[in-house]
């Protein structure tokens, strides 16, 4: 099981294409359920392997970006994965055409069926020179976000980086760290935009051949979102328009406030304290002996999943050269393992990062059983849930993180959450927007972002830093290249995560048990199927987001922040 002793090997998606062929018709030949369902799991092992193999060279590729090898690797999936989707598209069909699909359902559950469906609606092989060319745009998108040296301080950084100095108690300075990172994306805006109307174009080819009038159902279709759509979607973030902006706008000004800042610009809003933001009292070994701490007093489960993730080596956490950007979570189905990349500054965002990617681990470690790739994770808003949630679930242990500065870390996590909803739900709609628009220049793209970011973020202001001033701070947010339409489950699983939070606070047990029902189940169910599993109201539902707001505003109200 250790990450470093595993092998990788090259599959050669072309020859597989015959393996999985034979297995295909020794499928769609049984004469019983039985037969079948034997020739099923065959595929699910095989299609493990080949994904144990791409997520190895994912994670190897990303840890060291100018390892030449995993470069190489990570090019050949590019080019190949497309092919091997239509592989698996082949598989999907004959599930979809099965006799025996009404017993298979009740052997694998319905749920991979249901992704069968949309998975053979959403592939054709007229598409695969489109998946490609977006397969090498998304890779150079990560490349260039890696690529930032900026010199600050007497170093050179990356993104990562420049973190701690975005929330220095010294105005001047997060003004400079501002600027610098800005530089950055100034100086590589014509990349940034040719990067993202690249994707646009192709992703826009991809749903007209395959028969839709745009790419935003297909985005929808693509993320196996079977039990809501784009209205509804428009209806939540019209509630969090009404029920959200207004305190964010309120905790903005008491942030001001705290701040001593009349005008509050983008650069103070990282600093919440003028005596300093919480931050973790020790090096990043030291934080993860406090989580050792931590997870073997929160649950016997919660013990067993973390020292099975330190035992062999299935973390790589701290920021550094070459590596990567961001924080992910995979999963080696051939090992039955997750991984944790991370990318540690030094500030608060290290535990933040740890306890949300351990709750995306904990979820994959405890549905492991499951032999069938599509529940390793549930659809991403319902994998948000397990995250978000373990970052409240494990409050009563930030003490030993943040020792006098817990109330700090508590107050501006919670306000944090409260704060970035509106921000989400701006991402969301631009990508609406840019998709409904597909033929909108780079600049009009711009304008449409500042638009929507004025409307959802009020007290946004820039103070004449241009790039973002002209609507170009998006091109820091890797999901709006990456994964198109994925951004609005962070804030839809915020919701939910709110309301286990809630739950906590009334009855402990009762919250862990439902969390643990909701982890054990992977995603073997639907969004809203696995919403009612773990207990919760769907953030759908009219007067759900008001009535947690409600909740929330009677906790945050009770802390006299100036005195943090």
């Known amino acids: 099981m250790d990450f470093k002793k595993m092998e990788y090997k090259r599959p050669d998606i072309e020859a597989s294409q015959e393996v999985f062929q034979g297995l295909i018709e020794e499928f769609k030949s049984a004469d019983s359920l039985e037969k079948a369902s034997e020739a099923l799991k065959k595929i699910n092992s095989l299609r493990n392997e080949i994904d144990s193999m791409c997520a190895l060279v994912t994670l ?117 760290a501002t600027v610098a990172t800005a530089n950055f994306f100034e100086e590589n805006e014509a990349e940034f935009d040719r990067i993202y109307d690249g994707l646009v174009k192709s992703r826009t080819s991809m749903a007209r051949k395959l028969g839709y009038d745009n790419f935003i159902q297909l985005g929808y279709d693509r993320l196996n979102r079977t039990d809501y759509n784009p209205e509804m979607v428009a209806n939540f973030r019209k509630q969090v328009k009404e029920s959200i902006v207004p305190l964010y706008a309120e905790l903005r000004k008491r942030q001001a406030k705290r701040l001593g800042i009349e005008n509050m610009k983008s650069y103070d809003e990282n600093l919440q304290f003028l005596t300093g933001n919480a931050t973790p009292k020790g090096d990043a070994d030291w934080i993860i002996d406090q989580a050792k701490k931590m997870y073997s007093e929160l649950s016997p489960e919660t013990n067993e999943f973390f020292n099975f993730m330190l035992d062999n080596n299935l973390m790589d956490l701290v920021s550094k ?76 242990w930030m003490n030993l993180f943040f020792g006098e500065d817990v109330d700090k870390y508590k107050f501006t996590h919670l306000s944090s959450a409260i704060l970035f909803i509106p921000y989400g739900v701006a991402v969301d709609e631009f990508q609406h927007f840019v998709y409904g628009n597909p033929d909108a220049t780079p600049d009009e793209r711009k304008a449409a972002w500042r638009r929507i970011e004025k409307e959802y973020l009020p007290f946004k202001d820039y103070d004449g830093i241009d790039i973002y001033e002209k609507g170009a701070f998006w091109f820091k947010q890797s999901h709006i290249f990456q994964t198109p339409f994925y951004y609005i489950d962070y804030t839809l699983a915020q919701i939910c995560a709110l309301q286990f939070w809630i739950k906590r606070n009334e009855n402990k047990e009762k919250a862990w048990n439902d969390y643990i029902a909701l982890c054990n189940e992977g995603g073997s169910e639907s969004f809203l199927s696995l919403v009612k599993i773990a207990g919760l109201t769907s953030p759908f539902e009219d007067g759900c987001i008001a009535k947690v707001m409600q909740e929330v505003k009677a906790w945050l109200d009770k802390v006299d922040d100036t005195k943090l």
């Open 60 to 176: 190897r590729n990303t840890i060291d970006t100018t390892d030449k090898f995993y470069e190489e690797e990570q090019a050949y999936f590019d080019e190949k994965l497309p092919i091997y989707e239509g592989i698996v598209s082949k598989c999907y069909e004959a599930m979809n055409n099965s006799e025996y699909k009404e017993g298979l359902e009740k052997i694998f559950k319905p749920q991979v069926f249901n992704i069968a469906n949309l998975a053979v609606k959403t592939f054709s092989p007229e598409i695969i020179d489109d998946m490609q060319a977006q397969n090498k745009l998304v890779t150079e998108y990560t490349k260039l976000i890696a690529s930032a040296k900026i010199d600050f301080e007497g170093e050179e950084r990356n993104l990562a980086g420049m973190g701690p100095f975005n929330q220095s108690k010294d105005r001047d300075m997060r003004r400079k």
């Open 321 to 396: 050269k070459g590596k990567a950007g961001g924080g992910y979570c995979h999963f080696l189905g051939k090992y039955k393992t997750p991984f944790i990349f991370s990318n540690f500054n030094g500030t608060s965002g290290d535990v933040d990062v740890l306890t949300h990617e351990a709750g995306h681990a904990f979820q994959a470690y405890s549905s492991r059983a499951y032999d069938v790739p599509e529940y390793c994770f549930p659809t991403y808003e319902a994998s948000e849930i397990h995250s978000m949630s373990m970052e409240f679930i494990t409050w009563p």
